[in-house]
T-cell receptor
């Protein structure tokens, strides 16, 4: 069966520090991968998606970037964190390439920027 | 543009009560998919159901049931005999069918609090 991991689970970082969040999927090949951010107001915002290694699409221009160095690994990064980067970051995957595939989410990373 | 509205921000019920979470959507597409996810306090979004626009049959899974009505663009979710473990934020979502990847338009969520 497929599983998705995210780490760290919780992170507290000072403003201006770098960020690296990791997401890995097991039990599937060539998934589509997604990064979401959920702010305090509960809304889910799609940040990036990837349909393959090295292929990243950004939905919202901002202080963050994403990379996919391996088939089942998706990394969210920042060179300098802002206070507004605080939130709950969720990684998701779909098995296929159809636009109607079900997204399955990871456990999330709670980021607090002070 | 697609839109999903969950008008109920918070609902509080007592255990064993039935509760219905409303979801109204807007889309110009004739083919689309609707989803419900549960987000317990731990934070992970748990997939509950996926329904395509051509299947208007109601779905029942244990204490959960879903009522899909295209005529009113609604996809409501009912929990029968609610339990404390049902306390969570529930999201309704709509997929856009013509992109090359899964795109979900989420509602803002309904927080359900079930007290003993």
């Amino acid at each position: 069966s497929q599983t998705i991991h995210q780490w760290p689970a919780t992170l507290v970082q000072p403003v201006g520090s770098p960020l690296s969040l990791e997401c890995t999927v097991e039990g599937t090949s060539n998934p589509n991968l997604y990064w979401y951010r959920q702010a305090a107001g509960r809304g889910l915002q799609l940040l990036f998606y990837s349909v393959g290694i090295g292929q990243i699409s950004s939905e919202v221009p901002q202080n963050l970037s994403a990379s996919r160095p391996q088939d089942r690994q998706f990394i969210l990064s920042s060179k300098k964190l802002l206070l507004s980067d605080s939130g709950f970051y969720l990684c998701a995957w779909t098995a296929g390439k159809s636009s109607t595939d079900t997204q399955y989410f990871g456990p999330g990373t709670r980021l607090t920027v002070l | 543009a697609q839109k999903v509205t969950q008008a109920q921000t918070e609902i509080s019920v007592v255990e064993k009560e039935d509760v219905t979470l409303d979801c109204v959507y807007e889309t110009r597409d004739t083919t689309y998919y609707l989803f419900w996810y549960k987000q317990p306090p731990s934070g992970e979004l748990v997939f509950l159901i996926r329904r395509n626009s051509f299947d208007e049959q109601n779905e029942i899974s244990g204490r959960y049931s879903w009522n899909f009505q295209k005529s009113t663009s609604s996809f409501n979710f009912t929990i029968t005999a609610s339990q404390v473990v049902d306390s969570a934020v529930y999201f309704c979502a709509l997929s856009e069918p013509y992109s090359g990847y899964s795109t979900l338009t989420f509602g803002k969520g309904t927080m359900l609090l079930v007290s003993p």
